[in-house]
């Protein structure tokens, strides 16, 4: 939340010049954004290192609240990523045998054409052949869709998981104690070791 204010800042300053004593003041007009930063995250604060009145940098990390229980689902979710990668199937290599024995028929295949063209061989075994090379040949595309379709489930799976993981990440990081500006702390409404809740205040910067 931001809001602007208005403070008007009156020094006196009293300089001693000779024997006499001149009194001079000033006043003045600036404007302030005042922003409450609030805890983005559920646990204990681990470390908290500002003080009112400390200067402080954007992005700078000033504190950290517990990442133990998110920390350990992530690797939860790493461990799955990878056991996905293992049960991935190489399709070419499943299929190899039944591609060989399909190759074979089919040079089998053209040698019967040849000696049925010098009658060496009846139509029959021709018949036969291309019975096998047909029956063969739908048990390759069926096996070979089923290992895809497997691969694919399993890359739909994988890559929920791994949407999983950046939300993790992000958790992580919002985890961090940082200010969203540069400025000065003007009030600290948390300390180190209490336990933080999202929403909960932290400190006040302008």
Not at 31 to 36: C, D, H, I, L, S
Not at 152 to 178: F, H, P, W, Y
């Amino acid at each position: 939340m931001k809001i602007k204010i208005l403070t008007i800042i009156s020094v006196l300053f009293f300089i001693s010049c000779g024997s006499g004593k001149e009194t001079y003041q000033a006043s003045g007009v600036f404007e302030a954004t005042e922003v409450m930063v609030s805890s983005e995250a559920n646990g204990k604060i681990l470390s908290f290192d500002i003080q009112e009145g400390q200067q402080i940098s954007i992005g700078n990390e000033y504190g950290l609240i517990d990442t133990l229980q998110i920390y350990l689902k992530r690797q939860q979710l790493l461990y799955g990523i990878e056991a996905m990668g293992g049960r991935s199937i190489d399709v070419n290599t499943q299929i190899a045998a039944l591609e060989e024995q399909l190759k074979k028929l089919k040079i089998e295949k053209q040698r019967v054409e040849t000696l049925l063209q010098k009658n060496a061989a009846n139509t029959k075994q021709l018949d036969d052949i291309n019975s096998n090379i047909a029956v063969l040949d739908k048990q390759l595309k069926a096996q070979k869709s089923s290992f895809e379709k497997g691969n694919k489930s399993i890359g739909s799976e994988e890559a929920s998981l791994r949407a999983q993981v950046l939300q993790i990440n992000d958790q992580l990081n919002k985890c961090r104690i940082t200010s969203p500006i540069n400025g000065i702390v003007i009030m600290k409404y948390s300390e180190k070791g209490e336990i933080a809740s999202i929403g909960k205040p932290l400190f006040k910067v302008a």
